[in-house]
Each structure stands twice: as C-alpha cells, then as structure tokens.
C-alpha cells in the first residue's frame, strides 16, 4: 500500500457510506446486522483497493461487494438458525396480527420485506440506488435480461403488498385497482 491509497480509498468510497447503509439495512430489516455487513464491506474494499481501477465506478464495485457480504451474512445466520430448538424458532417466526391505523414506513419496509430476496435487491438498486440496468447486471453478475425481468416482476409484487396494505389501513378500498395495473375492460363513461 501507497502512502495516499487511504486517501484515495476515502474521497472514492467513503461517499457511498450512506447508500450502503439503507440497502444493507432494507435487505437485512436490522440496523445492528447493516452495520456490521457495511464494516465488512468497506474492510474488504480496503484490502482488495489495490485491484480498484481509478476512474471506473466505486460505487456499483463497493454494492457487488455488499451484496457477496450479504449473501455470506445470511449463510452464517441460516446455519444458526437450522440448531435451534423448534420452539425457539416458532417463536421467532410467530408475529402480531393487528390492523395498522395509518400505512407507516415500516408497513412499507415490510413489504418491501415480503418480496423474494432476488426481486427486493434488483428493486433496490434500480429504484432507491438508480442503478441503471447494466450496472445492476455488473454488481449482481446476472445477465441484463434477468435484471429486467427481476425488476418488473420485483416492483409488481410490491404493488400488490403495498395494495393490500392499503386496504388493511382503510387507506384505499378494497377491490380498487392499484395504481398502474390494467384490466380487460374500459371503466364506465
């Protein structure tokens, strides 16, 4: 290492810190777990900033490492959770049912939450990060047609999540379409 590599691993990564955050935090629905992925990321980063082309995107190279530092967290977590006692985990998974009053950021997240995984990071990147679809392609190495596709069918199911959130608020009532959806028959004059 140069003694002005820190320097120039902290004006081209350390601008991203942010971004990264709210992905890992959306993704993994923990503040405490997106921390310590966002640690992870930035210390491989640094390791591996020899191999880092100036000039080329910082940031769709700091979110492809994110992301294989996800996939790594959730392996570990997985294998956590497989050796627990039954009953730990049915309490775990047991959740609340009540009916929200007024549709929060976090009956949003949480339909965010409710989508595949594969659909939730495409989505992400595309509509909260602006990725275009060739970046996407690059930080998830999966091919452009599998992005688009992700990303239609991503933002679909979140529709319906959103939608029926909605009519569990009382926000929109139920059998009303969702904004975007189209039907096989023209409204009435």
Known sequence: MQPGDLDSFEAVALPHLKDLQRT????????????DVVQETYLQAWKSFHRFTPGTNCRAWLF????????????KWLSRLVFQEPAVLEGA?????????????????????SIPRQFVEVVLLADVQEFSYREIQETLEIPIGTVMSRLSRGRQLLRARLAACAVTAGIRAAGSQAAGSHSGSLPAP
């Open 24 to 35: 890992a935090a959306c993704i993994l629905g923990h503040r405490s777990d997106a921390e």
């Open 93 to 113: 998974l047991s959740s609340p049912t009540t009916v929200p009053e007024h549709l929060t950021d976090e009956e949003i997240l949480a339909a965010l939450r």
């Open 64 to 75: 492809r490492i994110l992301f294989h530092v996800i996939s790594h967290h959730r392996r």
